[in-house]
């Protein structure tokens, strides 16, 4: 099982952008699906993008495609969130999940992932 840390999250404007770093150790990141997902406070946990292995096909929630984008980044063994364009609506604690399997279509579903990172804050201010 790897262990995943986050980071990059923080207090931007309306319109501003975030990266958000999912940063693993004790595997090789390239062999997992990691997704991410938030929840903001009284809401439930919602999925937001994921990155395929071994293709590397992305996928994005409806509410955030156009603005974020998801990436590898193997000489780190790092998964990357960039956030452009970002609504009040975005502010959320952000968290990163991982399972060594080809989830697919599958990988909006939170269930499937076995390994989770303990969150970093997104607050967007309007």
């Known amino acids: 099982q790897v262990q995943l840390v986050e980071s990059g999250g923080g207090l931007v404007q309306a319109g501003g952008s975030l990266r958000l770093t999912c940063a693993a150790s004790g595997g090789t990141f390239s062999s997992y699906t990691v997704g991410w997902f938030r929840q903001a406070p009284g809401e439930e946990r919602e999925f937001v993008a994921a990155?395929?292995?071994?293709?590397?096909?992305?996928y994005y929630g409806d509410s955030v495609k156009g603005r974020f984008t998801i990436s590898r980044d193997n000489a780190k063994n790092a998964v990357h969130l960039q956030m452009n364009s970002l609504k009040p609506e975005d502010t959320a604690v952000y968290y990163c999940?991982?399972?060594?399997?080809?989830?697919?279509?599958?990988?909006?579903?939170?269930?499937?992932?076995?390994?989770w990172g303990q969150g970093t804050q997104v607050s967007v201010s309007s």
């Open positions: 990155i395929n292995k071994p293709t590397d096909s992305t």
């Open positions: 999940a991982a399972r060594i399997f080809n989830l697919g279509s599958r990988c909006f579903d939170q269930t499937l992932y076995d390994c």
